[in-house]
């Protein structure tokens, strides 16, 4: 049978829900990224390592709530949390003293982090980032990685897809556009090109130091440098976007791991522990031109910051007890989850090449993709020449559909790792991967 046929046969009534859903929702979602074809499945609970469908079906979880769950779904820390701060209160729009516990904590962990300004999304903190970086610098230019995603904020929403040149969107501002240009990662003279050229008008570069979209690839010690001494040269931000890598790679995200100290940091999915946030820390000097508190006579407007639910008391919660939990317990936890990230990236990679299926499986510590890239072809570490391979995204649909038919589920080839997939989980990802590679062999 027809791995598209055995998926339909397995998921009957996610197919009738997906109908359904189309029918009210463009495309039957709320997120491009959860559409796949023929259609997604339809989710029904999750604990732990585990997800189940509508119709029965148990996968192996590797997408994790988009990496959000460290410790894995429904960690009772969490939800604990949650309860307890139900019962005092669900939604206010008034200050309360847990969120200055819940800056504090990010203050004391995250290193570019001097201060800290809640938001309800990724994309809202990228957005932010940006307005602050050409607020402070009195300057236009954004500088981003070629296929790098910030979320879908206008500003950013450029050089996302290939080819890179084209409009990203009918709808986006051509002149804010104008004011966006990219950059290849970890390409130093390109990078060091385009600041020069645009030296007069630069306000910032954000990037992620670990690229999501390329496959979890880190930046490299020298590129990294580079942009740090370059930006500072020149008086403009350098801005991490570490909505994936913060608390996930170590306690002070890939900034504290590669000893980097970027200007503004913007952070999400983990800080949460599973509720809608976004947060944008960084230097002092910086983030105080947000405060609405109005400084004797010369308060200039910037304006960070509506979000009716904004620091939601539940987010907080639930954001308290997981990083609570981690400071207290991340000796324990970040070892072990780099041991499993790497066992799977192994065991992926080695389980595809044995049947000679050409893929190459990136990542770091407990993130990783597998990439079905050119026939014969060579991964450089940028997402430009990753995606450059035409069928790319239909190899990736079929392993996608296949590892689901053998009960894991993978998104972008792979995912993350959490506390609470086991040694057996690992092993049966690996397992999976081995039959679906002599399937598409085949
Ligand atoms: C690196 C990065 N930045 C920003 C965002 C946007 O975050 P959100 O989806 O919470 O708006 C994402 C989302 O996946 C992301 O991966």
């Keep these: 049978m027809d791995f598209f046929d055995l998926y339909r046969q397995k998921t009957q009534l996610s197919e009738k829900l997906f109908k359904r859903a189309k029918a009210v929702m463009p495309g039957g979602i709320s997120h491009n990224v ?41 960690s009772e820390i969490i939800v604990k949390a949650i309860e307890q701060q139900s019962k005092e209160g669900i939604h206010w729009g008034i200050v309360f003293e847990k969120q200055v516990e819940w800056a504090e904590l990010i203050q004391g962990l995250v290193p570019s982090a001097e201060m800290v300004r809640f938001c309800c999304s990724g994309t809202e903190a990228t957005m932010y980032a940006v307005r602050l970086a050409r607020a402070f610098t009195r300057k236009n230019t954004i ?30 501002l051509p002149e804010l556009q104008h004011y966006t240009k990219t950059i290849l990662f970890n390409d130093l003279p390109g990078t060091l090109e385009m600041i020069h050229q645009n030296r007069n008008n630069l306000a910032g570069i954000i990037l992620e130091p670990i690229v999501g979209e390329g496959g979890f690839i880190p930046g490299t010690e020298e590129y990294l440098k580079m942009l740090r001494s370059e930006t500072e040269k020149l008086g403009a931000l350098l801005i991490f976007d570490e909505v994936i890598s913060g608390f996930r790679v170590g306690l002070g995200g890939a900034q504290g791991l590669f000893n980097i100290l970027p200007d503004l940091t913007t952070l999400g999915k983990i800080i949460g522990g599973g509720m809608p946030v976004g947060a944008l820390v960084g230097r002092k000097e910086i983030m105080e031109k947000t405060s609405p508190e109005r400084k004797a006579d010369k308060w200039e407007k910037i ?140």
């Design 34 to 74: 959860h559409y796949f074809p023929p259609y997604p499945f339809f989710l029904k609970e999750a604990k732990g390592s585990k997800i189940r469908d509508v119709d029965g079906n148990e996968y192996i979880d590797l997408w994790m709530g988009h990496y959000t769950h460290i410790l894995g779904h429904y």
């Design 143 to 172: 500088l981003k990685i070629a296929g790098g995603w910030h979320g879908a904020n206008s500003d950013l929403s450029v050089g996302i897809k290939m080819p890179y040149e084209k409009e990203e969107s009918l709808g986006l």
């Design 303 to 442: 304006l960070i910051g509506g979000g009716t639910f904004s620091s939601h008391p539940l987010t907080v919660a639930a954001g308290i007890a997981i990083l609570c939990y981690l400071r207290d317990f991340a000796e324990e936890i970040y070892p072990v989850l780099e041991v499993k990230g790497e066992r799977v990236r192994k065991g992926v990679q080695e389980a595809l090449q044995r049947e000679g299926v050409e893929t190459a499986v990136t990542g770091f510590g407990s993130l990783f993709q597998t990439h079905f890239p050119f026939e014969g072809g060579v991964i450089l570490n940028s997402p430009h020449s990753i995606n450059q391979k035409t069928d790319t995204d239909k190899r990736e649909v079929e392993f996608r559909i296949r590892m689901l038919n053998h009960g894991v589920h993978v998104m972008h080839g792979g995912g993350s790792l959490s506390m609470a997939h086991s040694d057996e989980d690992i092993e049966r990802i690996i397992q999976a991967a081995r039959e679906v590679a002599k399937e598409m062999k085949g």
